[in-house]
């Protein structure tokens, strides 16, 4: 089955901690996205990349890196610059970046800092 | 910038009862606009869209259309189930306006009662 995964769903770290995040699509997407949810505030964009090897920032990229090396995969870092990294983490993919063009989400991880 | 706003929750309805969410939205271009669906735990999952004015989305018995002139697109069913019980978000992509990514409403809780 096509889709997207993303590992682990949930994620503990101490503070200080680097945590990378992963998400992986099969379905030969273009575009991946990664985005924050919090409670009440819906979903905001963290970074996105429209092919492989570049990204753009988002609405929220400080503290957060991300590579991607291959189409497949978008993982994403939560460094220790990050002021407030709890949250539930989605990743997303659609086909290409056009206009209407629909975005798929990954089941989320959620990372909570002790 | 854009933006998405979409009703307050929680929404508390018996089975079997009308709904409808409103979402207004500001856009700088001439965005598609969607309507996504989160269960507890999960990731997003599309409910419908429309790309452009006068358009409807419909699926699973929801439905939404595109009104340009009132920039809304507020989510309708007739008659509503338990497993109807989610989060609603409403969102809108503007590549018109410079944006990449979705811009998203803050979700409407939707809990149905039998």
């Known amino acids: 089955d096509g889709g997207i995964t993303q590992s682990p769903k949930y994620l503990f770290r101490k503070e200080g901690q680097n945590v990378t995040l992963s998400c992986e699509q099969n379905l030969n997407h273009d575009a991946m996205y990664w985005y924050r949810q919090d409670p009440g505030q819906g979903l905001r964009l963290i970074y996105y990349s429209q092919i492989v090897n570049d990204f753009q920032k988002g609405d929220i990229a400080e503290g957060y890196s991300v590579s991607r090396e291959k189409k497949e995969s978008f993982p994403l870092t939560v460094t220790s610059a990050q002021k407030n990294p709890t949250a539930f983490y989605l990743c997303?993919?659609?086909?290409?970046?056009?206009?209407?063009?629909?975005?798929?989400f990954g089941p989320g991880t959620r990372l909570t800092v002790l | 910038g854009d933006s998405v706003t979409q009703m307050e929750g929680p929404v508390t309805l018996s089975e079997e009862a009308f709904l409808t969410i409103n979402c207004t939205y500001t856009a700088t271009g001439y965005p598609s606009l969607f309507w996504y669906v989160q269960y507890p735990g999960e990731g997003l999952q599309l409910l419908l869209k429309a790309t452009k004015a006068d358009d409807k989305g419909s699926n699973k018995g929801f439905e939404a259309t595109y009104r340009k002139e009132t920039t809304s697109f507020h989510l309708e069913k007739g008659s509503v189930q338990v497993s109807d019980s989610a989060v609603y978000f409403c969102?809108?992509?503007?590549?018109?306006?410079?944006?990449?990514?979705?811009?998203f409403g803050k979700g409407t809780h939707l809990i149905i009662q039998p």
């Open positions: 997303a993919s659609s086909i290409d970046r056009t206009l209407g063009d629909t975005q798929y």
């Open positions: 969102a809108l992509s503007d590549k018109g306006g410079g944006a990449d990514g979705l811009t």
